[in-house]
């Protein structure tokens, strides 16, 4: 094939690519050899499924393509757009991931330098299946086709992620509010802790009732003073009995209550009977 044969046909197929993309396609330069650029939308078709981004595939021909591979590139559009929307007054977004960066979100996969690297690879490898054919057009399709499934996977990944996380924060929640299944073992092991507890602790209420009651001293049945007096004096007053041995009169200091026919006491005869009764506790 002659030179002007070559010519013709690289003409040929710039034609067409303009054609197919009208506003992707770039001229680069004519001279020496033709150069250009072709923006390719990555999406799934409207499926929402991936984060639309732009990959800029730049081919420059050789004097005897398509008899050998051109010369190409492939670089991530939005990086270069987003440096040229610096300068821009509106900020706009091209439809394809231009304009102002978006925040990503939690499953917004994205495409990293070795994957566009891999994907350099394959528009290679289905390059030189087609060599003496035009073939920019194929290697652009390629690289789309290629480009969304390495998303798309991506994706699913983090969404995968994103799951294991909401089921691990969830199943986290939920156990707060479950207590520790009974089973015969751990029930055994419980009740064995709580009969020593409970041991101990009637053991120390033992001992603090024998030291308290060494601090009171000895009690009324243990030969000492009677209860009542030792109340008493403790009150700092005298008890019934103690005023009625001090002062006799009190005795006779109701009399005058008495009608005619009323019987009198004899308060002297309680003594004795009370007499008699220490003396019988005592036997």
């Not at 004097?63 to 987003?82: H, K, N, S, W």
């Not at 073939?135 to 290629?146: C, G, L, Q, R």
């Not at 691990?168 to 507890?197: M, S």
């Not at 403790?234 to 041995?245: I, Q």
Request: net charge negative; with cysteine; proline share 3%.
């Amino acid at each position: 094939m002659t030179d002007d044969r070559y010519k013709e046909e690289q003409q040929n197929e710039v034609d067409i690519l303009q054609s197919i993309y009208p506003t992707e396609f770039e001229e680069i330069a004519t001279d020496p050899q033709y150069k250009f650029s072709i923006k390719i939308p990555i999406d799934d078709d409207g499926e929402d499924e991936i984060r639309p981004c732009v990959v800029k595939l730049v081919v420059e021909y050789t004097p005897t393509y398509p008899d050998e591979l051109p010369e190409f590139d492939l670089v991530l559009a939005d990086d270069e757009d987003g440096e040229d929307d610096e300068d821009d007054e509106d900020g706009g977004d091209n439809g394809h991931g231009g304009g102002a960066k978006q925040q990503l979100g939690e499953t917004d996969a994205t495409l990293s330098e070795q994957d566009i690297e891999d994907m350099k690879a394959r528009a290679r490898e289905m390059a030189e299946e087609t060599l003496g054919m035009a073939m920019v057009f194929s290697m652009a399709t390629t690289i789309k086709e290629t480009c969304a499934d390495r998303l798309r996977e991506k994706t699913n990944e983090l969404k995968r992620i994103r799951e294991l996380r909401i089921q691990k924060e969830i199943e986290a929640e939920q156990a707060k509010f479950v207590g520790t299944l009974v089973t015969r073992a751990n029930f055994l092991e419980w009740k064995e802790k709580f009969d020593r507890e409970m041991s101990e602790r009637n053991l120390r209420n033992q001992a603090d009732q024998t030291a308290a009651a060494g601090r009171r001293g000895p009690s009324a049945g243990s030969g000492g003073a009677p209860a009542g007096a030792a109340s008493s004096k403790k009150d700092g007053k005298l008890s019934g009995r103690e005023l009625f041995e001090q002062d006799r009169a009190l005795a006779q200091s109701d009399s005058k209550f008495i009608a005619d026919g009323d019987v009198s006491v004899d308060a002297s005869l309680f003594a004795k009977e009370e007499d008699i009764s220490d003396d019988d506790d005592d036997n």
